[in-house]
């Protein structure tokens, strides 16, 4: 936010006023700039309020992105895990499912196999 005392240079040209009066006379002169004065005070009193919480609300995105990094490496090696988990149980289950296959083909060979080598 720029300091006030940079605008010091515009002063010493002629401004035109939107406020009612203030051209009449120098007393509502001074009024009104009191009045513009109070009414920038105002607004940097709003202004930096916002800030502050504009501030508040970055920390708060701040440690909530760091959190989420964190959470995604503990995601990554969970899913490391499981994708081990179910290549070893896969491992399992299909030497289990090629070995019952293997044993009923022995099985149909040796029951089904004689009778139809006899019979050929």
Known sequence: ???????SHS????????????????STMS????SMS???TRQYTNLHN?????NANLRDTENLLRMTAVQAEDMRFLG??????????????G???????NVSENEMQMQGGGGREGGE
């Open 11 to 26: 002063q010493s040209l002629p401004r035109h006023s939107v406020l009612p009066g203030s051209t009449t006379a120098p």
């Open 50 to 54: 916002q800030l502050a919480q504009l």
């Open 38 to 40: 109070m009414a920038k």
């Open 80 to 93: 490391g895990y499981v994708g081990a988990l179910f290549m070893g149980s896969a491992k399992v289950l």
């Open 1 to 7: 936010m720029p300091p006030s005392h940079q605008y």
């Open 31 to 34: 009024g009104g700039a009191s």
């Open 95 to 101: 030497e289990e499912g090629v070995k019952g296959e």
